[in-house]
């Protein structure tokens, strides 16, 4: 059967940073809650090829996908929001439109003609999208456009999408501007005119919108939805208010109390079914614990930008939500020395990945601590790694370091991949996306999981060296688990330890409001009994 994929398009206006993200996920979550099969992609206008190679303090975190692409963090609030787990090729960049057709021309495959923008990058761009829907074959496909509609660097994408429409029909496309309406507190009102004028330049692109998202710091009342309806010609039930809200996942809520997969599934004729969104209800609901509450340091250098871990942090939160607690997260810059001041209130700690020398030695002392005070240490990637160094060197190798930061160490027990050493370029060549993990017996991490075999998502060059494997483990230290012919470590533990854990991988890639993570579970709950313990 041939499938006809329908497509919500959602563009953004005024400021940046306003959660068009989570408003795109959130239509999804609402149109899957009326039993509608909903995929999402997310535009990013800049001419990297993928955002791999992109510093946190740009773009925040790097997504992986299953099939190990690095992509934009929006991939992540769509694949919890949605539940699915989205291809790498959802994220479609300038980088990524462009180097396909210089390649074909390169080919040959355009001889004769000028290659231009119209039509050869918009055509490309329109495939692209539809390519999405057609091995998905999912019957609504949410495209997210990155960026402010006046952007340069946008122009080509939405000038394909308004073809886009042209093609499929008025009746299978439809499109969504999100824009700010800021509270004005000298004049003590809201203002309307930034929303007018990013419709108005919306429109100079020959796209008309069908509905206008308004983010706003407190709810605004219907006059102002009607004033924004006739200035912008967009219908009154159109105009949905989605204020400031407490936590991410009310934004579902939010729009459902608007209406807005009512609209949506009339306009664009989707068939619904009868809503069901108690699940999410109650995902919601346990979100909101304030009873009892544990801590968690994470110690990162780039902390002052919450959105360089976000998928860790909404995994903490899931895995808090299932244990019925509240976690309360406070970032530690590892560039600073951590000593007993920093650390010692503190429930848990943990290690994020990384990459780089900078904010080593303040992991490193974090490690120390939580050997020396036992207190629970999660560490992920990189921070597994810094947990080998640290045990290592308390152990007596005194030289060991990873050859990422020292590549003379006396003892590098973390060390290159074998298949990284030949590699030149740095975009796309890591150890990246879904392998196997088997687990030990009797260990902390076979028990959390409670299965023989896992698959979790990498992103890696380095790795622990198997000529120090036998060594440490004569010390303590556990390998709970490995690649399915034992050659790469991909788990470690500590069995003289409360909770001593770090893994390779990165299990937040897979942590849903709905299914938390067992490791991250596991980690939270030994937090909760060391929060007892200290806390009588
Ligand atoms: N820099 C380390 C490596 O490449 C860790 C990477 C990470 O934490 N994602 O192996």
């Not at 109650?282 to 909101?288: A, T």
């Not at 017996?441 to 790795?463: L, W």
Request: charged share 25%; hydrophobic share 35%.
């Amino acid at each position: 059967m041939v499938y006809l994929s329908k497509y919500i398009v959602v563009t953004g206006g005024v400021v940046s940073s306003i959660g068009k993200g989570i408003t795109s996920a959130s239509i999804g979550r609402i149109l899957r809650s009326y039993g509608v099969d909903v995929t999402a992609i997310k535009i990013d206008p800049y001419l990297n090829w993928d955002s791999g190679t992109l510093n946190p303090y740009q773009h925040g975190e790097v997504f992986v996908t299953e099939d190990g692409m690095e992509t934009d963090l929006d991939l992540g609030h769509y694949e919890r929001f949605l539940d699915v787990n989205l291809s790498g090729e959802s994220n479609i960049t300038t980088g990524k439109v462009y180097s396909s057709v210089i390649e074909h021309e390169r080919k040959g495959d355009y001889l004769g003609s000028c290659v231009q923008i119209i039509p050869h990058i918009t055509n490309k761009i329109k495939d692209m999208v539809r390519k999405i829907a057609h091995e998905t074959q999912a019957e609504v496909v949410l495209v997210e456009v990155g960026g402010t509609v006046g952007d340069i660097e946008s122009q080509p994408f939405l000038e394909a999408l308004r073809q886009l429409r042209n093609e499929e029909g008025h009746d299978n496309v439809m499109f969504v501007h999100v824009t700010y309406v800021p509270y004005l507190r000298a004049a003590g009102e809201f203002k309307t005119k930034p929303t007018q004028h990013s419709t108005k330049e919306l429109r100079s692109t020959g796209i008309i919108p069908d509905m206008i998202i308004c983010r706003s710091e407190y709810p605004i009342d219907q006059p102002l939805k009607n004033k924004i309806s006739h200035f912008c010609d967009v219908e009154r039930e159109a105009v949905i208010n989605t204020p400031d809200v407490h936590s991410i996942y009310e934004v579902p809520l939010i729009l459902n109390q608007e209406h807005v997969g009512e609209y949506i599934t009339n306009r664009i004729k989707i068939e619904a079914k009868e809503q069901d969104l108690e699940e999410w209800k109650e995902v919601v609901k346990s979100l909101k614990q304030e009873d009892y509450q544990v801590s968690v340091g994470i110690i990162g250098k780039y902390v002052e930008l919450e959105d360089a871990y976000m998928s860790i942090r909404e995994s903490l939160k899931h895995a808090a939500a299932h244990l019925g607690i509240k976690v309360n997260i406070e970032w530690i810059q590892a560039e600073e020395k951590i000593d007993e001041n920093k650390v010692s209130h503190l429930d848990s700690l943990l290690i994020p990945g990384g990459f780089g020398e900078r904010g080593i030695s303040g992991k490193l002392d974090a490690v120390r601590y939580s050997l020396q005070n036992d207190v629970p240490l999660f560490g992920i990637c990189l921070g597994m790694q810094c947990m080998v160094i640290e045990f290592a060197r308390l152990n007596g190798l005194k030289g060991a370091h990873s050859t990422e930061f020292d590549q003379k160490a006396l003892h590098p027990v973390i060390d290159l991949m074998e298949e990284q050493k030949k590699i030149k370029n740095m975009g796309g060549t890591m150890r990246l996306g879904s392998y196997p993990c088997k687990l030990k017996d009797g260990t902390m991490a076979k028990e959390a999981y409670g299965e023989n075999e896992v698959s979790e998502r990498h992103r890696h060059r380095f790795e622990l060296n198997n000529d120090y494997r036998d060594i440490l483990m004569e010390k303590g230290l556990v390998i709970s688990g490995t690649s399915p012919d034992d050659f790469l470590v991909e788990m470690i533990e500590l069995e003289e330890h409360p909770w001593f854990l770090g893994c390779q991988f990165h299990p937040e890639f897979k942590s849903r409001p709905n299914n938390a993570h067992p490791i991250f579970i596991s980690f939270l709950k030994a937090a909760l009994a060391n929060h007892k313990q200290k806390n009588g």
